[in-house]
């Protein structure tokens, strides 16, 4: 009978590690929805000082327009510098407001579709420090040629 027992609590013990074990294993990465003909080129998080960043794009599709994305806080994007992979580059002149959940207006890059190697920008969370920082997603829109 005492062999039993503790079969049993052994047994539940393992189980119950097993269990904890594959729950923690699961996937803390949300999912992020894009917009048909759109595809993610990065994501950055937010500071409220003045913040520069460089998203390094791995997609070797063209794109005609690139456009940003606003969670949670508003966002002021002021300078932005688009590298391409054939070494053009391109500075549009910006300063604007991107509010919460919303997304920019697009960047026209071209008709025909550019390869973008690297995106550079400066922005800043806007408003109360104590409300948390804005996360911001670039989307580049993919060239499509008719074929």
Same mark, same amino acid.
């Given at each position: 009978?005492?062999?039993?027992?503790?079969?049993?609590?052994?047994? /539940?013990?393992?189980?119950?590690?097993?269990?904890?074990?594959?729950?923690?294993?699961?996937?803390?990465?949300?999912?992020?929805?894009?917009?048909?003909?759109?595809?993610?080129?990065?994501?950055?998080?937010?500071?409220?000082?003045?913040?520069?960043?460089? *998203?390094? *794009?791995?997609? +070797?599709?063209? /794109?005609?327009?690139?456009?940003?994305? *606003?969670?949670?806080?508003?966002?002021?994007?002021?300078?932005?510098?688009?590298?391409?992979?054939?070494?053009?580059?391109?500075?549009?002149?910006?300063?604007?407001?991107?509010?919460?959940? +919303?997304?920019?207006?697009? &960047?026209?890059?071209?008709?025909?579709?550019?390869? &973008?190697?690297?995106?550079?920008?400066?922005?800043?969370?806007?408003?109360?420090?104590?409300?948390?920082?804005?996360?911001?997603?670039?989307?580049?829109?993919?060239?499509?040629?008719?074929?």
């Amino acid at each position: 009978m005492k062999i039993n027992l503790t079969r049993s609590i052994f047994a /539940f013990l393992l189980l119950a590690l097993s269990a904890t074990f594959l729950s923690s294993c699961s996937s803390s990465r949300r999912s992020i929805p894009v917009e048909d003909g759109w595809e993610l080129l990065g994501e950055e998080k937010v500071n409220f000082l003045r913040d520069k960043d460089e *998203v390094v *794009v791995v997609s +070797q599709n063209l /794109f005609t327009d690139i456009r940003f994305r *606003v969670e949670d806080r508003e966002v002021r994007i002021a300078d932005l510098k688009i590298s391409f992979q054939n070494g053009d580059k391109l500075e549009p002149s910006i300063d604007f407001v991107v509010m919460a959940n +919303q997304n920019s207006r697009n &960047i026209e890059l071209a008709a025909d579709g550019r390869a &973008i190697s690297k995106i550079e920008f400066t922005y800043r969370t806007t408003g109360n420090v104590l409300k948390g920082r804005a996360n911001v997603l670039i989307y580049g829109k993919r060239y499509n040629s008719g074929f």
